[in-house]
């Protein structure tokens, strides 16, 4: 089985090389931290907003564009428009939990039942509980019908919550539940329409308008003779998304057409839509330190991944029970053994030719109505990331399933002409600045507890992984970690570490192995749902010295490798080791207050305006709230300079098909591999350039690495 590599032969040989010798790069040779000297990050709330905002210089940077005029109208004006298959899912969750199952108070110190909540006060049965009452939703979704006119070619229909750009995992032939809604007049129970699958259910259609046709009066039973409940569907403000607004609107105006829809006519029996803050509903959702998560009926929501299919872990698996455990993932209430079984080869296996299959065979049962959970999650579609820059930004550096919104970017992106400039510190220097367009007010600055894209736009940019991606091929590479090793053991594995001796924290004071330790012990001690996956399996972190650890944990898998080398920095002992009342306190702090250490350390050489403090490329300075935008400063004592960031570019960019280094894969690439084909190291002709792989051959994988890569570009424009 194949064994997903944590370093290839370039990344031993090439890269740790280079990293070794970026420490003797004589000071003032090039500056250190990003080119662009100030990230701001300006809150516009409407696309219309948005693309006005873009179009009169207000902003420079428009993410997430959902709109196909909006692209289009971009376009058109000159402005650099990048598109990318994303890592990502959109999915309406429905509350599958019985009336039996507990709810805990939000005391945390006893458990109610379900029912003493008034979401579901009074209902004698929960029809989303009913698989069969989730299959003839699904036959009501008209997927096809709703999608393609709100999105256009944004985003792609899907029926997984593995996106089409998790490419090796993701399962194609997950069974297809057509937009049949048939009708409550004419449909046989044994049709396979909404109506028909209700029917063979046991519920039965009430003519209440006695009109013969559906009406706002008409409604179903539920199989034990009770009217359905109301059923609130939660999706995004209207202001906000208006696009997924009126997804979820269409969806409930389909159901209403069969009679599934509440209205005042009808006692409210059956589903509504209701726009809602994101963030709230959430909060409801997923639970909070005070706030049991599971008070919903179904929302909508949209997702991020990675290179590993994870999320179906974190979405499925009965661990992540978000009323058990506050602030997990698995809101819907999913608890099946056989399921767990295979999220646990998903997450815990070093092999990826395992996960593939556990990966398909969660996708397949997902949506096979044989299983009691299945249809839990209704997937809507993945969405391909369309992000506009102004015209005279260079330095973009697009990445499969990432986008151009990824640390490369932002480490390299700069004005090539007509800069935006500004004395911000106010000493009569113009420094460059580039504003951001972020799509709603971000609402927790912490990182143990932020959730939504808004905070992480910004929080992202004061932070490092131990390891990094190659934006081009997804391959890990040396970060704050020049070298490890990853060891099987009877108990699980344990992971070597060595990082670099020249990273800081923010306010001056050397990263060292102590302080990882330290922060993967206090998520774990302080059992910080965001980062559970990271910390639930962790034994114990083994310093040998300021520079090497082990992390040793009680099972294996890749996708807890990169949990660990994600958080292993993430927060600075010097801030965070401090007097707690308790767990919920380290969620609930605000750490935008000015920069203060934490009691027994000593303050830092530069200290930082605030309490939000990592060792990233950008130092938050502060966020305005009455003009809701905040303010990013270049690292100046960033561990990587300009000249390191745009060296190990060119080598990354190298192991796609660059053989000659100018920065475009094209047919010169291909032609040199093909006249070293065959040869070998010590052969005539052998090119070391053109021997992607570095596996001492030139041969067909080699061949086939440039022409999948034909076309692309190391940055942009």
């Known amino acids: 089985m194949e064994k997903l590599s944590c370093k290839s032969v370039f990344a031993l040989i090439a890269l740790v090389s280079m990293f070794a010798t970026m420490a003797v790069i004589p000071s003032g040779y090039a500056q250190n931290g990003p080119v662009m000297d100030v990230l701001r990050h300006e809150v516009v709330k409407s696309p219309d907003a948005e693309l006005v905002a873009m179009q009169t210089g207000q902003v420079d940077y428009m993410p997430d564009l959902i709109r196909t005029p909006d692209i289009e109208k971009l376009d058109s004006e000159g402005n650099l428009i990048t598109q990318d298959l994303g890592f990502h899912m959109g999915f309406i969750g429905y509350n599958i939990r019985d009336l039996a199952s507990p709810l805990r108070s939000p005391s945390g110190t006893g458990w109610l039942n379900s029912s003493r909540y008034s979401y579901r006060l009074g209902v004698a049965y929960w029809p989303l509980a009913d698989v069969e009452f989730r299959e003839a939703l699904v036959r009501c979704y008209d997927q096809l019908g709703i999608i393609p006119p709100l999105y256009g070619y944004i985003v792609s229909p899907i029926r997984s919550l593995v996106p089409p750009a998790q490419s090796k995992y993701y399962y194609a032939a997950v069974q297809s539940y057509p937009y049949n809604p048939g009708n409550p007049f004419t449909s046989a129970p044994s049709d396979q329409t909404t109506c028909g699958i209700l029917m063979a259910a046991g519920y039965t259609f009430v003519d209440a308008g006695v009109l013969g046709v559906v009406d706002a009066y008409d409604y179903w039973k539920c199989p034990n003779g009770s009217p359905l409940p109301k059923m609130v569907l939660w999706e995004p403000l209207l202001d906000i998304s208006p696009t997924s607004y009126h997804h979820g609107a269409d969806f409930v105006a389909d159901l209403r057409s069969v009679g599934l829809g509440a209205t005042t006519q009808n006692g409210n029996h059956g589903f509504v839509y209701e726009g809602k803050d994101f963030n709230e509903y959430l909060n409801l959702c997923y639970g909070t330190s005070t706030q049991v998560g599971g008070q919903f009926d179904a929302y909508l929501f949209f997702y991020s991944v990675g290179r590993l299919p994870s999320q179906l872990y974190d979405l499925m698996h009965s661990s992540s029970d978000t009323v058990e455990h506050p602030g997990r993932r698995n809101a819907v209430g999913i608890d099946d053994p056989a399921i767990d079984a295979l999220c646990e080869t998903v997450k815990y296996s070093l092999y990826t030719n395992e996960i593939e ?47 151009s919104d990824n640390m490369w970017t932002w480490l390299n992106i700069h004005w090539e002409t007509a800069p935006r400039t500004e004395d911000v510190d106010g000493d009569g220097d ?179 305006p605030t309490c939000v403090m990592g060792t990233g490329p950008f130092v938050f300075r502060f966020y305005d709230t009455t003009n809701l935008y905040d303010d990013m400063w270049r690292n100046e004592n960033y561990f990587m300079s300009q000249v390191a960031v745009a060296d190990l570019k060119t080598l990354m960019f190298w192991e796609v098909g660059d053989e000659n280094y100018n920065g475009l894969v094209d047919v010169v690439d291909l032609t040199q591999v093909s006249f070293a084909y065959g040869r070998r190291i010590g052969s005539p002709n052998y090119n070391s350039d053109a021997d992607f792989d570095s596996n001492g051959i030139v041969d067909v994988r080699d061949l086939r690495t440039v022409a999948y890569h034909l076309d692309w570009q190391k940055e942009y424009p």
């Open 357 to 403: 299959a556990a990966a398909k065979t969660i996708q397949d049962r997902l949506y096979d109505t044989s299983y009691d959970y299945a249809l839990a999650y209704m997937v809507l579609y993945s969405r391909s990331y369309f992000n506009g820059f102004r015209p005279n930004l260079d330095g973009i550096v697009k990445s499969p399933g990432y986008g």
């Open 430 to 608: 113009q420094e460059t600045v580039l504003v951001y367009v972020n799509g709603d007010e971000p609402d927790s600055f912490n990182y143990n507890f932020a959730t939504t894209v808004y905070e992480w736009n910004i929080l992202g940019q004061t932070i490092d992984g131990l390891t990094a991606v190659n934006p081009y091929n997804h391959a890990d590479i040396p970060w704050i970690a020049t070298d490890w090793t990853i060891d099987e053991t009877p108990e699980g594995m344990d992971i070597y570490f060595t990082i670099r001796n020249d990273v800081q924290w923010q306010d001056g004071t050397p990263l060292t192995a102590y302080d990882i330790e330290w922060c993967l012990e206090f998520l774990r001690d302080r059992q910080v749902p965001r980062y559970y996956t990271a910390w639930q399996y962790l034994i114990d972190v083994e310093v040998f010295n300021a520079v090497q650890f082990a992390v040793r944990l009680s099972v294996a898998g890749l996708s807890l490798f990169y949990d660990i080398s994600g958080v292993g920095a993430l927060l600075a002992p010097q801030i965070w080791d401090r007097p707690w009342a308790d767990n919920g306190a380290v969620l609930d702090w605000i750490p935008t207050v000015p920069y203060e250490v934490a009691p027994g350390y000593a303050p830092g050489p530069n200290p930082t």
